[in-house]
């Protein structure tokens, strides 16, 4: 076992005290035995006075250069912990004393150690942390200025040492490594881990459940306390199983950023504070470490003692967590004299079922157009039109309830109802049948009929695909692109494929360009987060629910690990609440900024009116660059800020109650960084990528709901 000079006191016998050390001028000499014995004599338990007959010890510090004569060992213990009487018998206490504990991590584990041994819960602790002190650690490690450098383990075995030089302190100032972790862990009956390696952690709990050895960790947010008993469960997986059966060989190869979604896992984000999910977003944004508050580290150590506690005395302790939220206690102050009143019990949330998808080759014409219509694709696949059917037309209606506060007036449902009828009109041209397209109604009834028309007269444009497997197996494709560069005969197809009296496409090839959008679809991002009702509005498009007809599937957004790790702490309003508050969540908006970055093109589509009937006109040519772009290879994904919609400064300032002025400047970048002129209004960003993933499928509901 480790121990550098000078880590541990040093006990003699009063015959074997080295004589320079007596003699040494510069070591002071104290004695306590006096005070002691009048202690001891004080003592209601008159049946161990005889304890005070035992020959007295002398104690070196050699940091403190200090030589202390103290009563022997079995004296010192009694007296020392008299005050423990009746919350721990002496047979409580003879158990603590041969328990050995092994700590990881001195940062929070100080306060565990130094509270255990107050306690006298432990004859020897082994105490691993690879780190020195910094003045940074100050602010929850209780030790001196005088420490500073100091390896912590060496700090918390001295302070120990000081409160009782009896209890056997080994320090480990290399951590805890593949090569000495059976060295720490052998003959250990309980082993507390606070360390920040997430690979330490596996591998700590790992060869503590192949030894029967039990883990207790304090996270010291929210008072949180965890305890795996691999003594009574050795079969137990490894924190739980929260991130499935973990073994130590499962994270050999592994990076941080594949190994930090399994550590969040851990901590269960959506029950973590606040302040602390909203910092687990800002670490090397605004914070170079996780927070964490002296009180909560002391409270760590006491909750801590109070398991072990359990452990020497033989109650229940099981397997499990427990949090001690002070915050969450003091929340709940009440006037003991007011009547307690409860909340109804809110109503269960109701999960639909996607009807199975049709055969396609069986059904007839307007119910294949319909059966199209429907896989269009919509802002957060809220698919915003009611169709209904007959033996020669399909309407697509807006359904104005399906809306958001980012569509505005229906400009986002009314460019879904225009893809929806681009669709129809392809399913029926490749039947071989002309249509004619009309919008019909106005406002939120605006709607598109789409008459098949047999003789061709006044028919409809040729829909540019003909091939109706194009259109159902168009996809979103969210992942990250490579970047590549678009050739400009690729360019040119697409910005054709939006060439219109009415309409016409931007496409941005240019990496300076693609560049200043990605720093506009970021701010966007971040202001969409911070916001309260557009952040509500954003994680309620998401789904989980297998059988869920609408909304966007989780697994559909290809998150990159580290974000999907931390989906849960995303979606806590009072850690975004805490963020703006802050003036922070720059890292918000880095997600939308590395997508539009991955990027090969983006196409800015726009129109000359900004009246509905020709959002839905654009929305027909939205969808014919979107399968045009598929066909040459491209993925598609629509990349609209935040503000697209709002047509005027006003609008858009009421989008975000406190960012509404950043959104109206983000908007003037946009319209004054591309040649939009007057009087033309964007239809959406769409960026094109190269990818080979292969993105989950968005789920429909049925056509004729």
Known sequence: MQNPDGAVATIYTGDTVPADLLSDPTVSVLDITESSAAAFAGLLQRSLNDLFDEPPRYAHFPWRRTLVRIPGPDAYRRLRLDRNR????????????????????????????????????????????????????????PSSVTDVDTNKSVIAARRIAEIDPYVRTFCFTDGITSENIDDFIDGLDLVIEECDSFDVKVLVRDRCRELGIPVVMETSDGGTLDVERFDLEPQRPLFHGLVGDLRAADLRGLDRAATTPLAVKVLEPAKVTAAMAASALELGQTVTAWPQLGGDVLLGGATVAAAVRRFVQGRPLPSGRVRFDRDAWLDGLIDPAAPQTTSADRPAAVATSATDSPVVESMSVPDLMAYAASWAPSAGNQQPWQIHTDEHSVTIALDPTRTSILDVDHRASAVAVGAAAYNARVAAASRGLSTQTQVVGAGDRLGVRITLDPNDSAADVTPAIMDLSAILERHTHRGRGDASPISAADAERVATAADTDHTRAIVLTDRADIERYAAIAAHSDRIRFLTPELHREMFAELTDIPDDPTGIDVESLALPPAMKGMLDVLARADVMALLDQWDAGEALGADAAARVMSSSALVILVQDSDDLAAYVNSGQLVQQVWVIAESLGFAVHPVTPTFLYATDDTTVRGLSFRHGDDLVGLRRSMLAAWPIRDGEVPTIVLRLSRTDETPARSRREPAGR
């Open 86 to 141: 009746h919350k721990m018998t002496l047979a409580d206490l003879d158990r603590a004393a041969r328990l050995r504990i092994g700590i990881v991590g001195l940062s929070v584990g100080h306060s565990i150690a130094l509270t255990l041994a107050l306690e006298g819960l432990g004859g020897e602790l082994r105490l691993a942390d690879f780190d020195t002190l910094e003045l940074t650690n100050m602010n929850r490690v």
